[in-house]
């Protein structure tokens, strides 16, 4: 077993990210989810998001479309 991939702070690189070597905390791309924590390439960390599903940059998992918008719609009126 290899050792866990280390963010540049010093922490184990989180899920929803990759961290390639000596380079800054990526986040998986939109249209990806994290799958794993410790991923050195957004191949390795990020699975495609599912048919149906969106999956916005630095997701940690799919989101169906209509609670996305909704998610989307409480922010821009300011509610929690």
């Known amino acids: 077993a290899g050792s866990a991939t280390r963010a540049p702070n ?3 690189c989180p899920i929803g990210s990759f961290c390639p070597a000596g380079e800054p ?3 998986c791309p939109a249209g990806t989810y994290g799958i794993i924590v410790g ?3 957004a191949d390795h960390a990020c699975a495609a998001c599912p048919a149906g599903l ?3 940059r630095g997701s940690v998992a ?3 479309v209509g609670s996305y918008i909704s998610i989307l719609d409480k922010s821009r009126r ?3």
């Open 10 to 12: 010093g922490t184990e």
């Open 39 to 41: 991923g050195t390439t």
């Open 78 to 80: 300011g509610h929690p």
């Open 54 to 56: 969106v999956c916005a």
């Open 25 to 27: 905390t990526q986040p």
């Open 62 to 64: 799919a989101t169906r």
